[in-house]
């Protein structure tokens, strides 16, 4: 299993980004895949997930700014981030559930994860 993160970078408050993670190894479309993040000294917390029938859960501070997507054709997991705040700064992971159709938000549901992509909000 591999998961490899891209389109990180600085923003400025207000601004957007827009994650990309691409998988391979395993069947993709058959998986729910997640977005986490870490901020320095701060444990890494639940952004969103999406199951493979599409369906989605996000974390409250993230809900009505942070869109999940998922290319099955293309084997590519997405995050499209907007009205970003300084406090969306940290790490971002993408994982890959132990799940098809249940939308975990807890670590231990997951067994793959990528290396991350970092994502800076400051003006």
């Known amino acids: 299993v591999q998961l490899v993160e891209s389109g990180g970078g600085l923003a400025q408050p207000g601004g957007s980004l827009r994650l990309s993670c691409a998988a391979s190894?395993?069947?993709?479309?058959?998986?729910?895949m997640g977005w986490f993040r870490q901020a320095p000294g701060k444990e890494r917390e639940f952004v969103a997930v999406?199951?493979?029938?599409?369906?989605?859960n996000y974390a409250d501070s993230v809900k009505g700014r942070f869109t999940i997507s998922r290319d099955n054709a293309k084997n590519t997991l997405y995050l499209q981030m907007k009205t970003l705040k300084p406090e969306d700064t940290a790490l971002y992971y993408c994982?890959?559930?132990?799940?098809?159709?249940?939308?975990?938000?807890?670590?231990?549901?997951?067994?793959?994860w990528g290396q991350g992509t970092q994502v800076t909000v400051s003006s």
């Open positions: 190894g395993f069947t993709f479309s058959t998986y729910a």
């Open positions: 999406i199951t493979r029938v599409s369906s989605t």
């Open positions: 994982a890959k559930s132990r799940y098809s159709a249940f939308p975990p938000t807890n670590l231990p549901d997951y067994d793959a």
